[in-house]
Nanobody, 122 residues
Framework: QVQLVESGGGLVQAGGSLRLSCAASRLTFSRYGMGWFRQAPEKEREFVSAISWSGGSTSYADSVKGRFTISRDNAENTVYLQINSLKPDDTAVYYC???????????????WGQGTQVTVSS
């Protein structure tokens, strides 16, 4: 059974940084595009960022461009999300997801993690 396990969330002050990780197991990681989504209370889950299987292509939501950076290490089966200049509006549960074959900016992913909470205080 495929597992995606996020880590690195926490409580941080506005302007701070966090690095989220998502460790994948039981899949051929290098064949999957990986994405990050987030869901704030009483809001829909929204796209944050995605990266192709090779790492050569990335995509970001407009709201995070210039502050968030996605990367991956295929040798470690891990995808990362570096988040800087955090704002209270970034408070949400952050989920990673895997999509066979490519990158996507919608929720058309094959597998999802359980999420990690990011809380930004003002």
């Amino acid at each position: 059974q495929v597992q995606l396990v996020e880590s690195g969330g926490g409580l941080v002050q506005a302007g701070g940084s966090l690095r989220l990780s998502c460790a994948a197991s039981r899949l051929t990681f290098s064949r999957y595009g990986m994405g990050w989504f987030r869901q704030a209370p009483e809001k829909e889950r929204e796209f944050v960022s995605a990266i192709s299987w090779s790492g050569g292509s990335t995509s970001y939501a407009d709201s995070v461009k210039g502050r968030f950076t996605i990367s991956r290490d295929n040798a470690e089966n891990t995808v990362y999300l570096q988040i800087n200049s955090l704002k209270p509006d970034d408070t949400a549960v952050y989920y990673c997801a895997a999509k066979y074959g490519g990158l996507a900016t919608t929720k058309v992913y094959d597998y999802w993690g359980q999420g990690t909470q990011v809380t930004v205080s003002s």
